[in-house]
């Protein structure tokens, strides 16, 4: 069916969602993109009129809400208006690790989704291109088309309904979510229906180059998102093994990094070492693809991935055993500073953030720790903090949020660098340490500092795959 997109909606408001509506309304402004969202306080962060109150900080965000909002991009809540009035539909809901039931801790729970399906296929009319925009398990499209073709079969509905299901994959990495979006390496379509992908093409075609548009079958489409992500969460674990064995021989990680990424084959990016990946994809996609290969026997493959999620996961313990032993093997009531709390720069999300995990550990050990993070808010910290402390350490006063890094900082016997956020790379630690007590550590688990430029060499700093 030939079809001409006018009126597009977006179910979800989240990471995804919110950014990728915004940028195709800001490069096709003929279309009319509505996103909706069952979650009233996010819409009315996203029509907040200052810029600074948006659900997400994401850079280059704000402007294009400023352009767009109001003319030809909408958030509300009017879930049924909006599908209803809708040529095309982008599920980007929550996507997340079931955590209970078959499959708990690998398989992802398809709630919000079926869910999702079920509104579609109530309230849209006329035929409607339904687009997967949310990372899924392979064959997911095949769920969403029979509950869409089931529903709307259902006695009652007086208007003729049609679907044709895409699989459209996001690839942009928070932080640069705008630029990801405005620049694709490529756009992946997924489907079989040739006009409903020419239909999807042709927004993205407003500001892509078509070459860079690849056109697949709903499987591969799914599936090449997955392994995408556990391809690039691969790369991370291979650099974290080796900035240990770096540590041990003397060896720099960095340096060895740009000696293998010269090679064209294997290429400079995704090597930097650190205190693991974190962020609300890879270790879900990666334990999903577990799960999938261990549904089809497929139990080799499925020892291999898991191996990146134990490496992932080991060094952040060896992070906890390196803190413990320069400071004495004891932190019990030490001062330390973390400085950052996001799992990445330039994104105030903290969804599987090394800093958890790595903050929970530091204060099951009884340090007091004092936390700074330019964007993520104190709320986030406690509710992140309390979710995985067992009840007990809630009541004591063990950590708090600091305003400034100086208030972290000041007679604490440590400071753990734990986001690559540039402020942090401008810090002069020859000042800061000085007002640390002494004999203080700084654990820089990002390398964001230059240690030769430091005027004193006597400071003590760690760095990630840094052997002396
Ligand atoms: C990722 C994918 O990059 C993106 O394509 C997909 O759509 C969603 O998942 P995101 O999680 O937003 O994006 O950020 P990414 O830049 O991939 O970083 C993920 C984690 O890996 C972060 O914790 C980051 O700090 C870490 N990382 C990344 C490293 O430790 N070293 C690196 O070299 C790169
Ligand atoms: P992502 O990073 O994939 O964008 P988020 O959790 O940031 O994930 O966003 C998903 C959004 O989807 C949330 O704001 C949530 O309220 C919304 N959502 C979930 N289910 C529905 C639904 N059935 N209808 C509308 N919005 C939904």
């Given at each position: 069916?030939?079809?001409?997109?006018?009126?597009?909606?977006?179910?979800?408001?989240?990471?995804?969602?919110?950014?990728?509506m915004s940028v195709i309304a800001s490069n096709c402004p003929n279309i009319q993109v509505?996103?909706?969202d069952i979650n009233p306080e996010r819409v009315a962060a996203w029509n907040d009129?200052?810029?600074a109150n948006l659900p997400i900080y994401e850079p280059g965000l704000g402007?294009?809400?400023k352009k767009c909002r109001g003319y030809n991009l909408h958030f509300s809540t009017n879930i049924e208006e909006n599908i209803s009035k809708a040529d095309l539909i982008f599920i980007s809901v929550n996507t997340p690790t079931k955590t209970s039931g078959i499959g708990a801790g690998q398989a992802i729970d398809l709630k919000w989704v079926e869910e999702s399906s079920r509104t579609i296929a109530k309230y849209a009319k006329g035929f409607t291109i339904v687009v997967e925009k949310s990372t899924l398990p392979v064959k997911t499209a095949q769920k969403i088309k029979e509950i869409l073709q089931a529903t709307s079969a259902n006695k009652g509905v007086s208007f003729e309904k049609k679907f044709s299901v895409l699989s459209n994959p996001e690839f942009l990495a928070e932080g640069n979510a705008?630029?990801?979006?405005?620049?694709?390496?490529?756009?992946?379509?997924?489907?079989d229906d040739e006009e409903s992908i020419k239909a999807l093409a042709g927004i993205y075609s407003k500001w892509v180059d078509v070459k860079k548009?690849?056109?697949?079958?709903?499987w591969s489409s799914e599936l090449s998102k997955l392994i995408a992500n556990a391809f690039l969460a691969q790369r991370i674990s291979s650099i974290n093994s080796m900035s240990a064995l770096c540590e041990i021989t003397g060896a720099h990680i960095k340096d060895v990094a740009v000696a293998v990424g010269a090679d064209k084959r294997i290429g400079k990016y995704f090597l930097n070492a650190g205190p693991g990946f974190g962020g609300s994809c890879f270790k879900k996609d990666i334990s999903n693809l577990i799960y999938i290969c261990n549904h089809y026997g497929l139990y080799e493959v499925s020892e291999y991935w898991q191996k990146v999620l134990d490496i992932n996961n080991w060094q952040q313990r060896r992070l906890i055993e390196i803190i413990l032993k320069k400071l004495f093997g004891t932190i019990s009531e030490k001062k330390i500073a973390i400085l950052g709390f996001s799992f990445k720069a330039d994104t105030n999300d903290t969804r599987e953030s090394p800093a958890i995990f790595i903050c929970k550990k530091l204060i099951e050990e009884g340090a007091n720790l004092y936390i700074y993070d330019p964007k993520v808010n104190n709320?986030?910290?406690d509710y992140d903090l309390k979710r995985v402390l067992e009840k007990s350490f809630h009541e004591k006063d063990l950590w708090q949020c600091c305003e400034l890094i100086e208030e972290a900082t000041n007679n604490a016997d440590a400071a753990v660098i734990l986001t690559e956020w540039d402020e942090f790379k401008k810090l002069n630690w020859n000042d800061i340490n000085k007002m640390m007590r002494q004999p203080a550590w700084i654990f820089?688990?990002?390398s964001t500092i230059e240690i030769k430029k430091l005027a004193n060499k006597n400071i003590n700093i760690w760095q990630t795959g840094f052997g002396n």
């Open positions: 069916m030939n079809q001409d997109i006018k009126n597009i909606c977006c179910i979800g408001a989240g990471y995804v969602g919110g950014p990728t509505n996103v909706v009129r200052d810029i402007q294009i809400i705008i630029k990801n979006l405005e620049e694709p390496d490529r756009i992946l379509i997924g489907g548009i690849l056109t697949t079958d709903l709320n986030q910290i820089d688990t990002r």
